[in-house]
T-cell receptor
Framework: DAKTTQPNSMESNEEEPVHLPCNHS???????IHWYRQLPSQGPEYVIH???SNVNNRMASLAIAEDRKSSTLILHRATLRDAAVYYC????????????FGKGTRLHILP | DTGVSQNPRHKITKRGQNVTFRCDPI?????LYWYRQTLGQGPEFLTY????????KSRLLSDRFSAERPKGSFSTLEIQRTEQGDSAMYLC???FGTGDTEQFFGPGTRLTVL
């Protein structure tokens, strides 16, 4: 399975944008890029996913590099409630949809 | 609340005892997954069901672990002869359909083996 590389931790100030990077240099053409996050003492929750084009939803934006070897999750205005571990995951479209998690990036939000 | 529920939320047991956890997925979700998460790590896949059929089991799922989903609704995960290494958060998730669909996770059951 193609793997992702993320920084172990990041810090951001409250009410500022946050850019969480993810490298996936061995991504295949049918791998979707998914992001989940895990708030303290909770199970993971879906954030966003995309294939080639940038994606926006109410939670975040996903910017995908043209060669698809990297992507960035963008939180436009971080709040204290966004402090969590963010997982960047590759999921092959038509195969078993178990999720293979890495260690993710622990995002700290400073008030 | 119509999300995924798990019971109990916490379980403390002595080494060698058997424990059973329950997961109630979102209604009409046909896929149900079990994951295990230890401190500082991301969740690790254990097994999953499509309806009542167990379709895949991870190598992490030793013969002391068994999971069932008898009527295609709720699921149970049993650990026999618990060991201290079994201490972890056990997460359940469910999804509808096949392939590339969002999984909805429950809050987990935290197991501590003394």
């Amino acid at each position: 399975d193609a793997k992702t590389t993320q920084p172990n931790s990041m810090e951001s100030n409250e009410e500022e944008p946050v850019h969480l990077p993810c490298n996936h240099s061995t991504i295949s053409g049918t791998d979707y890029i998914h992001w989940y996050r895990q708030l303290p003492s909770q199970g993971p929750e879906y954030v966003i996913h995309g294939l080639t084009s940038n994606v926006n939803n109410r939670m975040a934006s996903l910017a995908i590099a043209e060669d698809r070897k990297s992507s960035t999750l963008i939180l436009h205005r971080a709040t204290l409630r966004d402090a969590a571990v963010y997982y960047c995951i590759l999921r092959y479209l038509n195969r078993d949809d178990k999720i293979i998690f890495g260690k993710g990036t622990r995002l700290h939000i400073l008030p | 609340d119509t999300g995924v529920s798990q019971n109990p939320r916490h379980k403390i047991t002595k080494r060698g005892q058997n424990v059973t956890f329950r997961c109630d997925p979102i209604s009409e979700h046909n896929r149900l997954y079990w994951y295990r998460q230890t401190l500082g790590q991301g969740p690790e896949f254990l097994t999953y069901f499509q309806n009542e059929a167990q379709l895949e089991k991870s190598r992490l799922l030793s013969d002391r672990f068994s999971a069932e989903r008898p009527k295609g609704s709720f699921s149970t995960l049993e650990i026999q002869r618990t060991e201290q290494g079994d201490s972890a958060m056990y997460l359940c998730a469910s999804s509808f359909g096949t392939g590339d669909t969002e999984q909805f996770f429950g809050p987990g059951t935290r197991l501590t083996v003394l």
